[in-house]
């Protein structure tokens, strides 16, 4: 899927609790630090080469609410102290299209790739019975805390990843 846009709006969407200001907070950032954008009112945004990439934290409160986000690309959020549990109420109510991506954060309260590897089958899972899961939806391990501990492996390298999956969309 390419966007044909100057302007595109990302939706980081979870439960409370999984992540999304954290992720938004280093994100904004590197994008402060590289002089390419910084924080904004619910998230950041990156501008470069005549695009400005609006990444914006939502809960699934939000649609409670009566609020529809508008999102040009979703990615979910998924803690994994708690898993997609949530998801499984949850998603089939929003009325998403699709799903471009998932960043299952907080692999560093989790000692055992079995486990990890199991909240990726069960969201998965949950993404397919809900038809928002494509050939191409990524899916990216990673840790806030360690990305604002500088900490490479699960930090910044997920963090990398995660925009390269976005620029991939556009």
């Given at each position: ?37 910084g924080?904004?009112p ?51 109510a ?6 471009e ?21 069960d ?13 191409d ?5 990673g840790?806030?805390?360690?990305a604002?501990?500088?900490?490479r492996?699960a930090?910044?390298?997920?963090l990398?990843?995660?925009l390269?999956?976005i620029?991939?969309r556009?």
């Amino acid at each position: 899927m390419a966007l044909n846009k100057s302007a595109v709006t990302v939706r980081f969407l979870g439960g409370s609790g999984a992540g999304q200001s954290g992720l938004l907070d280093r994100l904004a950032y590197i994008a402060a630090r590289g002089g390419v954008g910084g924080a904004v009112p619910g998230g950041c945004v990156f501008r470069m080469k005549g695009l400005e990439l609006r990444l914006l934290e939502t809960h699934f409160d939000d649609f409670k609410r009566g609020e529809a986000p508008q999102a040009d690309l979703w990615f979910l959020v998924v803690g994994l102290d708690e898993g997609p549990f949530e998801l499984y109420e949850e998603l089939p109510a929003l009325g998403l299209e699709r799903v471009e991506g998932v960043f299952l954060n907080k692999c560093d309260i989790i000692d055992e790739d079995e486990l990890i590897d199991l909240v990726r089958l069960d969201t998965r899972s949950v993404l397919e019975e809900n038809g928002l899961l494509s050939p191409d939806t990524v899916f990216i391990t990673g840790s806030v805390a360690f990305a604002a501990q500088v900490q490479r492996r699960a930090g910044i390298e997920a963090l990398e990843q995660l925009l390269k999956a976005i620029v991939a969309r556009m």
